[in-house]
């Protein structure tokens, strides 16, 4: 039996694991694909504090280092439930059941689909939800981004970087995203701004994408836009369904727990994006991971 089991690998259940080991617990981290959380799909962090800019994937290396180094353990199994023992907690895997004195929960969140008629079937073939693994597919061509928010527009500045075209196609007529990135795209001649306008059609040829259409929310027009690639940047979902019947959610789906990441069964916590909350940032996520680990090692000690 651990001490302290961690679900979740990115920024809050690393930084988690550093704080639970640090304090001289055994910790152990279980992550389903690969260390790092949504952070690794950022091309550029530039608003982590000490750190002027950094990407996503490096930091991710660094973290998950500094969390081995301090013997981390790290499992890569994906946890489907969790329930409460004599002693503390089982989680079952797909490769066994995990026990531990106290848990952290630390799932992250996914993105949202954008929910076109085709979407799916384009994925690999002109839809993409990640710029950094796929924006090389599309090289000197026509692309857009849709979405408002900083993965939107941190995407649309790496796309700039090599696509012939970037649309940036946003709901609103503001960005949710910060007012630094809206100003480095818009000096950019090769971006524009597609602003009060959705997308309502996917159209292909050949198998591949070849066009969106976009729909003017003011005026009700509709337009064909040719774009070789589509990125999808418009939101993210929790990862939450596996432990809902552990611990309390909210209508959203996300962990209730306030910023003491206590959740609403004793000797659970709750860290990141999967938490109910107003800012989710990576300095927010790292936060969450050092409240909730020593929060879990007081539980752990029975203070
Ligand atoms: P987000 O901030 O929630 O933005 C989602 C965007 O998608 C919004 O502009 C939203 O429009 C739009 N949207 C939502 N549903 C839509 C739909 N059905 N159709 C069209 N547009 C839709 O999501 P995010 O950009 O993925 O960022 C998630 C969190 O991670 C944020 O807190 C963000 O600041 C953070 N983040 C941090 C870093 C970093 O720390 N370096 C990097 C990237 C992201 P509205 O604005 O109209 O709602």
């Known amino acids: 039996m651990t001490d302290i089991l961690i679900i979740g690998g990115g920024t809050a259940g690393l930084t988690a694991g550093i704080y639970a080991a640090r304090a001289g617990k055994s910790a152990t981290i ?12 950022s091309p550029m962090v530039e608003n982590y504090p000490g750190i002027p800019g950094i990407s996503g994937a490096e930091y991710s ?3 998950t280092a500094q969390a081995e180094a301090l013997g981390v353990a790290i499992e890569y199994d994906e946890a489907y439930a969790a329930d409460r023992t004599a002693d503390g907690f089982a989680v079952t895997g797909d490769m066994g059941t995990y026990e531990a004195k106290a848990l952290i929960l630390a799932t992250g969140t996914v993105h949202r689909d954008l929910g ?6 384009l994925v690999g073939c002109g839809v993409s939800y990640c710029a950094v693994c796929d924006g090389a597919f599309y090289n000197d061509r026509a692309v857009a981004v849709v979405g408002g928010g900083n993965t939107a527009l941190q995407d649309a500045l790496f796309l700039a970087e090599t696509c012939k075209s970037v649309a940036i196609v946003h709901r609103r007529d503001t960005f949710r995203g910060e007012a630094k990135l809206v100003k480095q795209l818009a000096a950019r001649p090769n971006v524009r701004f597609v ?7 996917l159209h292909t ?3 591949e994408l070849s066009a969106i259409t976009v729909k003017d929310t003011v005026t009700g027009n509709e337009t064909e836009l040719p774009v070789a690639g589509v990125f999808v940047a418009v939101g993210q979902l929790p990862q939450t369904d596996a432990f809902r019947t552990l611990t309390e959610t909210d209508d959203a789906g996300y ?7 206590t959740g609403t069964v004793p000797g659970v916590f709750v860290a990141g ?15 969450d991971g050092a409240i909730a680990a020593l929060a ?3 539980y752990v000690d029975g203070l």
């Open 61 to 63: 290396e660094r973290l």
């Open 255 to 261: 962990f209730v727990a306030g910023e003491d990441c």
């Open 30 to 41: 279980l992550e389903k694909a690969a260390t790092g959380g949504q952070i690794v799909y």
């Open 116 to 121: 076109a008629t085709g979407e799916e079937e």
């Open 195 to 201: 602003l009060n306008s959705t997308v309502t059609a």
């Open 205 to 207: 040829e050949g198998g």
């Open 296 to 298: 879990a090692c007081r």
């Open 273 to 287: 994006d999967c938490r109910a909350k107003e800012v989710r940032q990576l300095t927010t996520a790292a936060a």
